[in-house]
């Protein structure tokens, strides 16, 4: 018998769905199946409320089944649905951009600590997200920093279009520009604040991650043969990046902490105690120079 048909009513086709969704052990049963329903049919959470028992439809359920499918082949809902919400800001997502995650919040959090601990959030700051994928840390931190401006880099030309897109629809593109260069290779004069969230996991765990991570492009995941390739770029080119009082904030690996600090601590910065996300796994680290 087929999950769907024409004849099911919303409210039946999310619970068919939840179901299916929970004997594959998904994570989010109910959740997904709302997103799902609501992408397919073009209706918000009120929608999904009021035509609860209006039927699928055959096109209705055409949509629905395709999404279905890619979702139980552990496609994650947000590259289904191409949007994901970071910080409180919806994202559109493409082929070449990571999915943010919650952990990913971390070093927002981290950073704007450290901006704290120096004076107002209203003074004026220059950024560089150095990778920055979707735009996600960029637009978080704009958001919470009125006369920032900042500067997202990314080697991705696909990945800076969805992050100029983002910048320009939250309405940040007065104070975002993108460049392609490989973390801030290409990048001149000093910065208050850098972040990055680069790739970090060892190319061999690659195909041990979980199917929905393994969604992600090769290039945001692979951090080289021991996961800290990326990590020795940015500790290279960081003395250039940051003014004498700027922070930098990168994020973390799992147990990478330590080898990661040593590597900041050769190229003349220290790092401050790491934050750690909501699981209290070390996530982010922020770094400072040495003081002369």
Request: net charge negative.
């Amino acid at each position: 018998m087929p999950l769907l048909s024409r004849n099911m009513t919303v409210a039946q086709a999310r619970r068919a769905l939840a179901d299916a969704f929970r004997q594959a052990a998904l994570d989010s049963p109910e959740l997904d199946a709302r997103l799902l329903v609501g992408h397919a049919l073009g209706l918000d959470n009120t929608a999904l409320t009021i035509d609860s028992g209006r039927d699928l439809g055959e096109d209705g359920a055409h949509a629905l089944a395709t999404l279905v499918a890619r979702r139980l082949g552990r496609e994650p809902v947000a590259r289904i649905l191409g949007i994901k919400e970071f910080w409180g800001l919806p994202l559109r997502l493409n082929e070449a951009t990571l999915v943010p995650r919650p952990e990913t919040e971390t070093v927002v959090e981290a950073a704007l600590a450290a901006i704290d601990g120096d004076g107002p959030r209203t003074r004026a700051f220059r950024i560089a997200d150095i990778g920055t994928g979707s735009g996600a840390l960029l637009v978080a931190l704009l958001s919470e920093l009125p006369n920032a401006i900042g500067i997202g880099t990314d080697v991705s030309r696909d990945a800076l279009a969805a992050a100029r897109d983002n910048a320009s629809r939250l309405g940040f593109s007065s104070r975002a520009v993108f460049a392609a260069c490989d973390f801030g290779a290409a990048l001149a004069g000093s910065f208050d604040l850098v972040v990055s969230n680069p790739p970090y996991i060892a190319s061999a765990e690659i195909a041990l991650l979980p199917p929905e991570v393994r969604h992600d492009p090769r290039r945001a995941l692979d951090g080289g043969a021991d996961g800290l390739g990326c990590y020795r770029a940015i500790a290279g080119q960081a003395p250039k990046l940051l003014k004498p009082t700027g922070h930098l904030v990168v994020e973390l690996g799992i147990g990478q902490e330590s080898p990661v600090a040593a590597l900041f601590r050769s190229a003349g910065l220290v790092s401050a105690p790491v934050h750690p996300d909501l699981s209290g796994i070390p996530r982010a680290l922020p770094v400072r120079m040495l003081p002369q």
